[in-house]
């Protein structure tokens, strides 16, 4: 989610488009796969994989939006995307299937929403998240529990 913030400056004033349906079912296609070698159901895998891409776009849409009614706080470098950006969400995407299958009882357990509440709620507080990423935070996690 918060890596949307750069995959927004690579994109912003650049034909590179939000959605990009490829990339998108390229990550998907790979964590089906995956997610059968960790025991994971690839179906539930997916959907939260699919919530990271709306949130991503989510706050991408929203920081568009921003840039260009407030145009001095459009960033200043421009990141390249294939090679500085997508190869860290490329890493971020390994650590969440990793954690994926490491939370599989946790994220069964009837306390999952309770502790999601108060982790997404702690989240917000430490990382100071704007109205924006708040919602798209809320987003991401919205399947996390079974
Ligand atoms: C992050 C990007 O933007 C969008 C979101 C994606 C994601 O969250 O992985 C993938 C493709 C795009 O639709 C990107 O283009 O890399």
Redo the contacts with the bound molecule.
């Keep these: 989610m918060q ?2 913030d750069k ?1 927004a400056a690579a ?1 912003f004033g650049t034909t ?6 490829v ?2 079912q390229q ?1 998907l296609n790979d964590v089906a796969a995956k997610a059968a070698g960790l025991g994971l159901d690839p179906a539930t895998t997916v959907r939260f994989f699919r919530d ?2 709306e ?3 989510v706050v ?1 849409r929203g920081l568009y939006a921003r840039w260009t009614a407030h145009p001095e706080e459009q960033p200043t470098v421009r990141p390249d ?1 294939a090679t500085e ?2 190869p860290i ?1 490329d890493r971020l ?1 390994a650590g969440l299937l990793d954690q994926f299958a490491a939370t599989v009882a946790v994220r069964a357990s009837h306390t999952c929403d309770l502790r999601l509440v108060i982790t997404t709620r702690v989240v917000d507080l430490r990382r100071h998240l704007d109205r924006l990423h708040q919602r798209a935070l809320v987003e991401a996690v919205q399947s996390v529990c079974g």
């Design positions: 890596i949307a995959v994109k590179q488009p939000i959605d990009d349906p990339r998108e990550i990271q891409i949130a991503n776009k991408q995307l950006v997508r969400i995407n």
